[in-house]
């Protein structure tokens, strides 16, 4: 993480070690120059206003394991210096589970698990309590030595009751979630870190697992993003690799059909699933490392596994059924300053029309005579809104339109910052003069290729300045 100067902004966020010279402005340049190495200056700029015009205690929960604390603590204290330079406070839940392991082993008693969670037998609570602690205070001083505010909260928050006192001894449910000492935390611009060690009304205090803990705490905060920060990164698929984004909607069933999708992945993308349910569209759940975590909060691309509930992908194979109004604002807003020209749903006679169901993501395909043998579906329009951008919902739609078109050529305008995701989608491409040509699925018949880019050049704009 590079050097960041002291910053300071006004309300809850006022940083306590303040230059007196240098302004909030003045941080938010820097901010963006760094980030800019990572993405766009545009992407981070509309990333900042997004999450500056939050609630304090709706911009982020981000809940950190215990190997996290354990390997990669300096880069965790760093990434979230780095989001309190630029005036967001996250709200930092964390585990232990490793350091337990150690600490148990160390007194003699043996690791028990049921249906994946951890046995608390009454011998093993002192130790929970103390190792949590111990996590708690490293991680605050890790911020605190980086001039960073932070508070250390170790109770009072998670309201609990036994699991099962049988089969689970001292191991609680969250019952309701106390959000004073959050506040009180967010109120001072510190940062809460919060221990997931639960109290009855009795005052006994219980293990609650922090993958549980999270989950509750965002269903009363109902956060705009909600991060995992793991050792992998993200989720895996078959071949080691991390899968950038998953759109609920249209790829859950799919997804938990694969067969490498089991044992911890399974629970993880049920469970995720299941709490994406609770909480608005515009909600979604991050797993990365720490030291990506500004490049995965402040670009499109990210850096680890993005999940969202997402949105269905409408499709349609005329204007009938079609909000062409709706479509005609997206259209617009997608390729702003340029507008769509008057009279474009009267002169297009569409193939297909896959449009998400909020009508912030949408593609249009013709039928073309570029084959001589049949017609060949291009892609006259694929718009998506700046505030779905980074969502991965535009990938969605182009997921299922793909299935359904095995062969698809287009073209784009050079410049276009689209076209990087383009180049990895096609099979092939072509430099015009104003124009890059793609297409995918031609089998490399270069006679059709051919007639593909001569339609591209003669081709009559439907987009106006």
Request: aromatic share 8%; hydrophobic share 40%; charged share 25%.
């Amino acid at each position: 993480m590079p050097w960041l100067p002291k910053a300071a902004s006004g309300g809850r966020f006022r940083h306590a070690h303040q230059e007196p010279n240098l302004s909030m402005t003045d941080v938010r340049s820097t901010i963006v120059r760094l980030l800019s190495a990572m993405g766009s200056a545009k992407e981070v700029q509309q990333y900042l206003k997004r999450f500056s015009q939050l609630d304090a205690k709706r911009f982020a929960v981000v809940k950190v394991g215990g190997a996290v604390l354990r390997d990669e603590m300096t880069e965790l204290a760093s990434s979230l210096t780095f989001l309190q330079r630029v005036g967001l406070t996250p709200i930092v839940l964390h585990g232990a589970g490793p350091q337990l392991d150690e600490e148990l082993v160390k007194a003699g008693i043996e690791k028990h698990t049921v249906n994946g969670l951890r046995v608390t037998p009454p011998q093993a609570l002192g130790i929970v309590r103390r190792v949590f602690h111990q996590q708690n205070l490293a991680l605050v001083d890790a911020l605190h030595a980086m001039d960073t505010r932070a508070t250390s909260v170790v109770s009072g928050v998670f309201a609990a009751s036994y699991l099962d006192r049988d089969n689970f001894g001292l191991v609680g449910k969250v019952e309701r979630i106390e959000l004073a000492p959050i506040e009180a935390s967010l109120r001072m611009g510190s940062i809460p870190v919060i221990a997931s060690l639960g109290e009855t009304e009795e005052g006994q205090i219980l293990n609650i697992n922090a993958d549980f803990a999270a989950n509750e705490l965002v269903r009363v905060l109902q956060p705009y993003k909600i991060v995992f920060l793991t050792g992998t990164g993200g989720l895996l698929d078959g071949s080691g690799k991390i899968i950038d984004s998953i759109n609920l909607s249209t790829e859950y069933e799919q997804l938990m059909a694969q067969p490498w999708v089991s044992g911890g992945m399974r629970l993880k993308i049920g469970q995720i699933a299941d709490l994406l349910r609770d909480l608005p569209l515009t909600s979604s759940v991050s797993i990365t490392r720490p030291a990506e975590l500004a490049k995965e909060l402040f670009t499109h691309k990210g850096s680890g596994t993005l999940l969202r509930r997402g949105e269905r992908v409408l499709r349609f194979e005329s204007w009938e059924g079609v909000d062409r109004e709706r479509l005609h604002s997206l259209i617009d807003s997608g390729f702003a300053p340029r507008r769509l020209a008057d009279g474009y749903f009267e002169r297009t006679r569409p193939y297909r029309i896959y449009v998400s169901e909020n009508y912030r993501a949408a593609m249009i395909l013709t039928m073309e005579h570029a084959d001589d043998k049949r017609g060949l579906p291009y892609l006259d329009k694929f718009a998506v809104l700046d505030d779905a951008q980074g969502e991965g919902l535009g990938r969605a739609v182009w997921q299922v339109m793909r299935e359904e078109n095995p062969r698809l050529f287009w073209r784009s305008r050079h410049g276009n910052q689209i076209n990087a995701f383009y180049h990895e989608q096609s099979d092939g491409c072509l430099k015009q003069a104003r124009f890059k040509v793609f297409w995918y699925g031609l089998d490399e018949d270069f006679a059709v290729i051919a007639r593909c880019v001569a339609h591209c050049g003669q081709r009559q704009p439907t987009l106006v300045e």
